[in-house]
């Protein structure tokens, strides 16, 4: 007989019951299975009346939050380990049935507005948010545009974190628009500014063509340096494993706005581009390394970096534009070394 985990779960309906009560249900245990797996077998094989929110089932959306054994968690991310699981809705959030609640408070949003055609200096707005699980900073300013303010203007895409067009600056730091949940920020106000460093076209929308201009400049494309072959350019394992992380870089300009050096030289390329940069010099195909290094190693380039490593800690994907940064500098002494002395490269 297969070994079994008791899940006493908390249930009330506001429509018909008085009070709540605590129902135990007995799920067969299997290895990895998580508290909303067992969900979701009392849900389609004991009682079908079980009401709990749940969606991603990755972590990212948070509607499946609610009280294990004691403590907040996601049931999607909690492994059952223990003999008996005690499941009971998020306190302090309104009731709508079982271990379904909604938040019972609204939320502020201060958002930086300026228009350089209408006004003579930046301020902040305020608005009043109804936030639902899962809703993101994005859902809200989407909110705001359609419901109460149709003249604030941001930008947005894919919502998935990809395309880099959301990148905003929230509650002191900077974070993808589409990636931040409201609640997960535990605040009662939500402050967005747009990205630091570049000149304001509108409210939450810089002008990104001097960025995308400098990106240009490094030639961010493979430069193989001979013909092409019959068949593709053959890549090893270990050389693919250099790329790692190079490629993951979305452009979404946060290190830019975060580096304090692109505040003081305008022409200073910045870490974004100094890492796209350091992504073609790491790649085996490519064959333009001393090119690569005259054009991110002038005044402008990777000397005026100052390793303070504000780009690293903005970075929404995690990945290292300070160590790329280094990587450049290494590889231009090593360039300029051997120029001097042995007339190599």
């Not at 271990?99 to 003579?120: A, G, I, Q």
């Not at 990809?162 to 997960?184: A, P, W």
Request: with cysteine; glycine share 6%; hydrophobic share 35%.
């Amino acid at each position: 007989m297969a070994e079994e985990v008791k899940f006493n779960i908390y249930r009330f309906d506001p429509d018909k019951d008085k009070e709540a009560i605590t129902k135990e249900y007995s799920v067969p245990l299997k290895e990895g299975m998580t508290v909303l797996d067992g969900l979701e077998h009392i849900q389609k094989n004991i009682d079908k009346t079980l009401s709990y929110k749940s969606s991603c089932k990755a972590g990212k959306c948070q509607s499946c939050a609610m009280l294990i054994n004691g403590s907040k968690a996601l049931a999607c991310q909690t492994v059952v380990k223990d003999k008996v699981v005690t499941l009971k809705p998020l306190p302090g959030m309104r009731h709508v049935k079982d271990l379904v609640v909604t938040p019972s408070k609204d939320v502020r949003f201060k958002v930086f507005r300026f228009d350089p055609d209408t006004d003579k200096q930046p301020y902040f707005k305020e608005y009043t948010v109804p936030v639902t699980f899962g809703m993101t900073v994005l859902e809200g300013l989407s909110y705001i545009q359609e419901y109460i303010d149709g003249s604030l203007v941001f930008r947005s895409s894919c919502r998935a974190g990809v395309c880099g067009s959301c990148g905003m600056h929230i509650n002191g730091k900077y974070r993808l628009s589409c990636e931040t949940q409201i609640l997960s920020l535990e605040a009662d106000v939500i402050t967005v500014k747009p990205i630091a460093h570049m000149k304001i076209l509108k409210d939450l929308i810089v002008d990104l063509e001097p960025f995308w201009e400098k990106y240009r400049s490094i030639k961010p494309y493979l430069i193989p340096g001979d013909p092409n072959p019959e068949i593709e350019r053959i890549q090893t394992q270990d050389e693919r494993e250099d790329l790692v992380g190079m490629i993951d870089c979305i452009l979404c300009g946060c290190c830019q706005g975060a580096c304090t050096m692109t505040g003081t030289d305008e022409e200073y390329l910045g870490p974004a581009i100094l890492f796209k940069a350091d992504r073609f010099v790491r790649d085996s195909r490519d064959k333009a390394l001393k090119e690569r290094i005259n054009l991110v190693g002038g005044e402008h380039g990777v000397w005026r970096c100052h390793t303070i490593y504000n780009c690293q800690v903005a970075c929404p994907k995690q990945l290292d534009p300070t160590g790329a940064i280094a990587d450049l500098k290494r590889k231009s002494i090593d360039r300029g070394t051997r120029t001097s002395f042995w007339g190599r490269i």
